[in-house]
């Protein structure tokens, strides 16, 4: 269950986020596996050796079931960026594994399939 911003100990209410995101990731910019925002995540049920940090272990709530890392991203409200050095940490801990999108599966940047999108809901609205 997301957790109101209020809520969080990283998060002030009118400021906003306390820690700048690169502050999140040790200043790394690089993952050190491939995700994309549509590869999706699960938590083993493993416990890490070490504590990994306070972002590491809302991953790893989050990905009790499978979750994008777009939506992983969006819950934590950081830029898919460091979201994605963060899971590459908690794949080389073996704390998470990780599945491409299925074959066939839309490129979300695809400009056809964003018209095509934009189109639908022009027309619903």
């Known amino acids: 269950m997301p957790e109101s911003r209020g809520e969080q100990p990283w998060v002030d209410e009118r400021a906003g986020r306390l820690v700048r995101p690169y502050t999140v990731s040790d200043g790394r910019t690089r993952p050190t596996s491939e995700f994309n925002l549509l590869t999706m995540v699960m938590a083993t049920g493993a416990e890490p050796a070490e504590y990994p940090g306070p972002d590491h272990c809302r991953i790893l709530e989050l990905a009790r079931t499978p979750v994008s890392v777009a939506e992983l991203a969006a819950q934590l409200r950081l830029p898919a960026t460091v979201v994605k050095v ?27 399939l964003l018209e095509a999108v934009l189109h639908g809901l022009r027309t619903r609205l």
Do not use: E, Q, W
């Open 86 to 112: 963060l899971l590459s940490d908690l794949v080389d801990l073996d704390v998470v594994t990780t599945r491409d999108p299925a074959p066939g599966t839309p490129d979300p940047t695809d400009p056809d």
